[in-house]
């Protein structure tokens, strides 16, 4: 079946603009995850969804980012005034339930780079 | 807290031969340990999994890890490198509490000569 799938897969904006970066998990899953990938930070958890319950957002590194998932299916992250070290690989995963070890699978990936 | 150490940002071997990436583990609860894979410009592919039970993980493309409680090691190895093994490998430590949300290594990019 199809895997997680992102958009677009490369954006280049400027410093301040905003940006969303969108996410379409594997049908069925409930848990949804958000994490960056860049050069200094390595790959860090940003926000994860679970079914209707409140979203952990321990990982947002400012109020600039945001994330929201309607209908418990596709995500959006938007980063507000993006600034140039957001230049990262914003990776989105998914997997059954959040709860129970379950493999996250990933998708491709959304390559922004802010000038 | 949970945290992942990987030995050697870079490894190279040649084809043929074994391949042993390290990662070690802090956890203040059983661990769940985690190995994924990243080629070129793709996102992460899941390698093997240890959450409970059988030490000795075999995973995909003849990689496994073995959990060691003692050494809180989860090195990843297979036996003869391919040349399509070259990629990054992760590891990863599930966070403790009631999300699934992955603390990731730093990666080990491994070369595979001929």
């Known amino acids: 079946g199809a895997g997680v799938s992102q958009s677009p897969s490369n954006k280049v904006t400027e410093k301040g603009k905003d940006v969303e970066l969108r996410c379409d998990p594997i049908?069925?899953?409930?848990?949804l995850y958000w994490y960056r990938q860049s050069l200094g930070q390595g790959l860090e958890f940003l926000i994860y969804f679970q079914g209707n319950s409140a979203p952990d957002k321990s990982g947002l590194p400012s109020d600039r980012f945001s994330a929201e998932r309607t209908g418990g299916s596709v995500s959006t992250l938007t980063i507000q005034r993006t600034q140039q070290e957001d230049s990262a690989v914003y990776l989105c995963?998914?997997?059954?339930?959040?709860?129970?070890?379950?493999?996250?699978?990933f998708g491709p990936g959304t390559r922004l780079l802010v000038l | 807290a949970q945290s992942v150490t990987q030995l050697g940002s870079h490894v190279s071997v040649s084809e043929g031969a074994l391949v042993l990436l390290r990662c070690n583990y802090s956890s203040s609860v059983p661990p769940y340990l985690f190995w994924y894979v990243q080629y070129p410009n793709q996102g992460l592919q899941l390698l093997l999994k240890?959450?409970?039970?059988?030490?000795l993980v075999k995973g995909i493309n003849g990689f496994e890890a073995e959990f060691k409680k003692s050494e809180t090691s989860f090195h990843l190895t297979k036996p003869s490198a391919h040349m399509s093994d070259a990629a990054e490998y992760f590891c990863?430590?599930?966070?403790?509490?009631?999300?699934?949300?992955?603390?990731f290594g730093t990666g080990t990019r491994l070369q595979v000569f001929p």
């Open positions: 049908s069925g899953h409930t848990a």
């Open positions: 990863a430590v599930m966070a403790a509490g009631n999300t699934d949300k992955l603390i």
């Open positions: 995963a998914s997997s059954l339930d959040g709860r129970n070890q379950e493999t996250q699978y």
């Open positions: 240890y959450t409970t039970g059988a030490t």
